[in-house]
Protein backbone atom coordinates (compact mmCIF):
# COMPACT_ATOMS: atom_id res chain seq x y z
CA UNK A 1 0.00 0.00 0.00
CA UNK A 2 1.49 3.33 -1.16
CA UNK A 3 1.94 5.34 2.18
CA UNK A 4 1.10 9.36 1.24
CA UNK A 5 0.09 10.32 -1.80
CA UNK A 6 -0.60 14.05 -2.96
CA UNK A 7 -2.72 14.67 -6.06
CA UNK A 8 -2.73 18.23 -7.34
CA UNK A 9 -2.27 19.67 -3.76
CA UNK A 10 -2.58 23.21 -3.71
CA UNK A 11 -2.14 25.88 -0.86
CA UNK A 12 -2.73 29.41 0.24
CA UNK A 13 -1.50 31.66 2.65
CA UNK A 14 -3.80 34.72 3.05
CA UNK A 15 -4.53 35.86 -0.98
CA UNK A 16 -1.43 34.33 -2.17
CA UNK A 17 -1.61 30.75 -3.60
CA UNK A 18 1.91 28.68 -2.29
CA UNK A 19 1.18 25.57 -3.23
CA UNK A 20 0.29 25.04 -6.72
CA UNK A 21 -1.21 21.66 -8.26
CA UNK A 22 1.95 19.31 -6.15
CA UNK A 23 1.75 15.72 -6.72
CA UNK A 24 4.00 13.01 -5.75
CA UNK A 25 3.89 9.64 -3.77
CA UNK A 26 5.53 7.92 -1.13
CA UNK A 27 5.58 4.15 -2.22
CA UNK A 28 8.49 2.64 0.09
CA UNK A 29 10.36 3.33 3.10
CA UNK A 30 12.61 6.30 1.94
CA UNK A 31 14.95 9.57 3.22
CA UNK A 32 13.52 12.57 1.27
CA UNK A 33 14.54 15.88 0.81
CA UNK A 34 12.59 18.88 0.36
CA UNK A 35 14.72 21.25 -1.50
CA UNK A 36 13.66 25.08 -3.26
CA UNK A 37 14.55 28.43 -2.33
CA UNK A 38 13.34 30.67 0.49
CA UNK A 39 9.96 30.73 -0.55
CA UNK A 40 9.55 27.87 -2.89
CA UNK A 41 6.29 26.65 -0.60
CA UNK A 42 8.99 23.49 1.48
CA UNK A 43 7.04 24.87 4.60
CA UNK A 44 3.58 25.40 3.43
CA UNK A 45 4.29 21.56 1.85
CA UNK A 46 5.44 20.29 5.38
CA UNK A 47 2.30 21.77 7.07
CA UNK A 48 -0.42 20.54 4.90
CA UNK A 49 0.94 16.29 5.22
CA UNK A 50 0.80 16.89 8.62
CA UNK A 51 -2.43 18.31 8.12
CA UNK A 52 -2.08 21.63 10.10
CA UNK A 53 -3.03 23.75 6.51
CA UNK A 54 -6.06 23.79 4.94
CA UNK A 55 -5.70 22.44 1.38
CA UNK A 56 -7.27 21.78 -2.14
CA UNK A 57 -6.07 18.39 -4.07
CA UNK A 58 -6.25 15.55 -2.43
CA UNK A 59 -3.82 13.87 0.43
CA UNK A 60 -3.97 10.46 1.17
CA UNK A 61 -2.18 8.73 4.19
CA UNK A 62 -2.27 4.60 3.81
CA UNK A 63 -4.94 4.93 1.16
CA UNK A 64 -7.26 7.21 3.10
CA UNK A 65 -7.67 10.68 2.97
CA UNK A 66 -6.12 12.11 5.55
CA UNK A 67 -8.60 14.29 7.23
CA UNK A 68 -10.98 11.60 7.96
CA UNK A 69 -8.20 9.36 10.00
CA UNK A 70 -9.30 10.14 13.37
CA UNK A 71 -6.95 12.42 15.53
CA UNK A 72 -4.98 9.62 17.61
CA UNK A 73 -4.41 7.59 15.00
CA UNK A 74 -3.01 10.54 12.92
CA UNK A 75 -0.58 11.03 16.05
CA UNK A 76 0.48 7.92 16.31
CA UNK A 77 1.40 7.24 12.72
CA UNK A 78 2.60 11.16 11.75
CA UNK A 79 5.33 13.21 13.17
CA UNK A 80 5.89 16.81 12.49
CA UNK A 81 8.58 19.15 13.66
CA UNK A 82 8.00 22.79 12.25
CA UNK A 83 11.14 25.20 12.27
CA UNK A 84 8.87 27.39 15.37
CA UNK A 85 10.88 25.24 18.27
CA UNK A 86 8.72 26.72 20.78
CA UNK A 87 7.94 24.68 24.17
CA UNK A 88 5.52 26.93 26.11
CA UNK A 89 5.76 25.43 29.16
CA UNK A 90 8.92 25.52 32.11
CA UNK A 91 9.70 21.77 31.42
CA UNK A 92 12.54 19.59 32.42
CA UNK A 93 14.20 18.54 28.58
CA UNK A 94 12.78 14.47 30.09
CA UNK A 95 9.33 15.87 30.42
CA UNK A 96 9.52 17.65 26.82
CA UNK A 97 10.45 15.08 25.08
CA UNK A 98 8.06 12.62 26.81
CA UNK A 99 5.30 14.34 25.34
CA UNK A 100 5.89 12.71 22.48
CA UNK A 101 4.34 9.60 23.79
CA UNK A 102 1.21 11.46 24.46
CA UNK A 103 -0.94 9.79 21.35
CA UNK A 104 0.05 6.81 23.36
CA UNK A 105 -1.31 7.39 26.69
CA UNK A 106 -3.47 10.87 26.38
CA UNK A 107 -3.17 13.76 28.34
CA UNK A 108 -4.80 11.76 31.45
CA UNK A 109 -2.79 8.66 31.18
CA UNK A 110 0.33 8.26 33.47
CA UNK A 111 3.51 7.12 31.97
CA UNK A 112 4.26 4.10 31.57
CA UNK A 113 7.77 2.23 31.78
CA UNK A 114 7.49 1.77 27.44
CA UNK A 115 6.83 5.50 27.47
CA UNK A 116 9.98 6.02 29.38
CA UNK A 117 12.36 3.65 27.70
CA UNK A 118 11.36 5.32 24.50
CA UNK A 119 11.52 8.35 25.90
CA UNK A 120 15.24 7.79 27.06
CA UNK A 121 16.26 5.58 23.72
CA UNK A 122 15.11 8.97 21.46
CA UNK A 123 16.98 11.04 24.04
CA UNK A 124 20.44 9.10 23.80
CA UNK A 125 20.34 8.87 20.06
CA UNK A 126 19.87 12.74 19.71
CA UNK A 127 22.26 13.13 22.35
CA UNK A 128 20.63 14.57 25.21
CA UNK A 129 20.61 12.44 28.31
CA UNK A 130 22.73 15.22 29.63
CA UNK A 131 20.19 18.07 29.71
CA UNK A 132 17.55 15.56 31.05
CA UNK A 133 16.67 17.08 34.51
CA UNK A 134 17.30 20.89 32.81
CA UNK A 135 14.88 23.25 32.30
CA UNK A 136 14.38 23.18 28.47
CA UNK A 137 14.69 27.11 28.25
CA UNK A 138 17.69 27.11 29.64
CA UNK A 139 19.49 25.67 26.62
CA UNK A 140 21.10 27.36 23.77
CA UNK A 141 19.39 26.85 20.17
CA UNK A 142 21.16 24.13 18.96
CA UNK A 143 20.15 21.59 22.03
CA UNK A 144 16.85 22.84 22.45
CA UNK A 145 17.11 21.78 18.26
CA UNK A 146 17.87 18.37 19.72
CA UNK A 147 15.64 18.29 22.44
CA UNK A 148 12.53 18.51 20.27
CA UNK A 149 13.79 16.30 17.61
CA UNK A 150 14.33 13.59 20.28
CA UNK A 151 10.47 13.97 21.21
CA UNK A 152 9.56 13.65 17.74
CA UNK A 153 11.73 10.51 17.76
CA UNK A 154 9.97 8.99 21.15
CA UNK A 155 6.33 9.25 19.21
CA UNK A 156 7.87 6.48 16.98
CA UNK A 157 5.73 7.33 13.87
CA UNK A 158 5.75 5.65 10.31
CA UNK A 159 6.09 8.59 8.44
CA UNK A 160 8.66 11.72 10.00
CA UNK A 161 7.99 15.55 8.25
CA UNK A 162 10.54 17.66 9.74
CA UNK A 163 10.87 21.63 8.77
CA UNK A 164 14.81 22.07 8.76
CA UNK A 165 15.93 20.09 11.87
CA UNK A 166 19.83 20.50 11.11
CA UNK A 167 19.42 24.49 11.01
CA UNK A 168 21.66 25.31 14.35
CA UNK A 169 22.97 22.25 14.99
CA UNK A 170 27.12 21.98 14.90
CA UNK A 171 28.65 19.61 11.83
CA UNK A 172 28.64 16.55 13.97
CA UNK A 173 25.21 16.95 15.18
CA UNK A 174 24.10 17.25 11.82
CA UNK A 175 25.42 14.02 10.74
CA UNK A 176 24.43 12.19 14.08
CA UNK A 177 20.66 13.74 13.05
CA UNK A 178 21.34 12.17 9.49
CA UNK A 179 22.65 8.75 10.57
CA UNK A 180 19.28 8.72 13.42
CA UNK A 181 17.11 9.66 10.17
CA UNK A 182 18.71 6.92 7.90
CA UNK A 183 18.12 4.33 10.42
CA UNK A 184 14.51 5.28 10.97
CA UNK A 185 14.41 4.40 7.33
CA UNK A 186 15.96 1.02 7.40
CA UNK A 187 13.49 0.18 10.15
CA UNK A 188 11.05 0.46 7.49
CA UNK A 189 9.75 4.44 7.82
CA UNK A 190 9.59 7.27 5.57
CA UNK A 191 11.45 10.68 6.57
CA UNK A 192 10.78 13.98 4.43
CA UNK A 193 12.74 16.99 5.67
CA UNK A 194 13.14 20.23 4.14
CA UNK A 195 16.70 20.82 3.64
CA UNK A 196 18.87 24.28 2.10
CA UNK A 197 21.93 22.53 2.75
CA UNK A 198 22.53 20.69 -0.81
CA UNK A 199 25.36 19.16 0.71
CA UNK A 200 23.46 17.16 3.16
CA UNK A 201 21.15 16.64 0.52
CA UNK A 202 22.91 14.76 -2.07
CA UNK A 203 25.26 12.80 0.48
CA UNK A 204 22.41 11.46 2.84
CA UNK A 205 18.90 11.23 0.69
CA UNK A 206 17.57 8.67 -1.40
CA UNK A 207 15.12 11.40 -3.25
CA UNK A 208 14.67 14.92 -3.41
CA UNK A 209 11.59 17.13 -4.22
CA UNK A 210 12.41 20.22 -5.68
CA UNK A 211 9.79 23.14 -5.28
CA UNK A 212 9.81 26.54 -7.13
CA UNK A 213 7.40 28.88 -6.85
CA UNK A 214 4.87 26.64 -5.20
CA UNK A 215 5.59 24.07 -8.48
CA UNK A 216 7.33 20.89 -8.10
CA UNK A 217 10.11 21.36 -10.46
CA UNK A 218 12.23 17.99 -10.02
CA UNK A 219 11.71 14.62 -8.57
CA UNK A 220 13.97 11.93 -8.39
CA UNK A 221 17.56 10.43 -6.96
CA UNK A 222 20.03 13.39 -6.22
CA UNK A 223 22.37 12.93 -9.30
CA UNK A 224 19.32 13.32 -11.46
CA UNK A 225 18.09 16.70 -9.55
CA UNK A 226 20.79 18.36 -8.79
CA UNK A 227 22.30 19.21 -12.15
CA UNK A 228 23.79 22.25 -12.64
CA UNK A 229 21.08 23.55 -15.32
CA UNK A 230 18.42 22.97 -12.73
CA UNK A 231 19.90 24.52 -9.84
CA UNK A 232 20.99 27.80 -11.99
CA UNK A 233 16.94 28.47 -12.87
CA UNK A 234 16.05 27.63 -9.70
CA UNK A 235 18.65 28.77 -7.38
CA UNK A 236 20.68 30.99 -9.86
CA UNK A 237 23.96 29.67 -8.55
CA UNK A 238 26.44 27.67 -10.28
CA UNK A 239 27.37 24.35 -9.00
CA UNK A 240 29.93 21.66 -8.87
CA UNK A 241 29.79 18.20 -7.80
CA UNK A 242 32.56 16.94 -5.40
CA UNK A 243 33.74 13.55 -5.17
CA UNK A 244 36.04 11.81 -1.91
CA UNK A 245 36.46 8.23 -1.17
CA UNK A 246 33.84 8.15 0.93
CA UNK A 247 30.89 10.32 -0.56
CA UNK A 248 29.53 12.81 -3.41
CA UNK A 249 28.10 15.82 -3.15
CA UNK A 250 26.91 19.34 -5.02
CA UNK A 251 28.23 22.51 -3.54
CA UNK A 252 27.67 26.23 -5.14
CA UNK A 253 30.42 28.07 -5.82
CA UNK A 254 28.95 31.18 -7.32
CA UNK A 255 26.25 33.10 -8.32
CA UNK A 256 24.70 32.80 -11.97
CA UNK A 257 25.40 35.66 -14.25
CA UNK A 258 21.81 34.91 -15.64
CA UNK A 259 20.39 34.95 -11.93
CA UNK A 260 17.24 37.34 -12.06
CA UNK A 261 15.56 38.33 -8.71
CA UNK A 262 12.73 36.64 -6.83
CA UNK A 263 9.51 37.52 -6.22
CA UNK A 264 9.06 38.15 -1.98
Known sequence: M??????????????????????????????????????????????????????????????????AIPAPEKARSIAYMPQERVVHWDLACRDVVLLGRLPYRGWAGRASTEDRQATDDAMGKMDVLEFANRPFNQLSGGEQARVLLARLLAQSPALVLADEPTNGLDPAHQIGLMKTFRSLVDEGKTVILSLHDLTLAAAWCDRLLLLDHGRMTADGPPETVLQAETLRQVYGVETEWVTTSRTAAVIAVDISSSRTPRET
Open 2 to 67: TLLSCTSLTASLGRKQVLDAVSFAVDRPQLIGLIGPNGAGKSTLLKTLAGVLDHGGDVQFRGQDHR
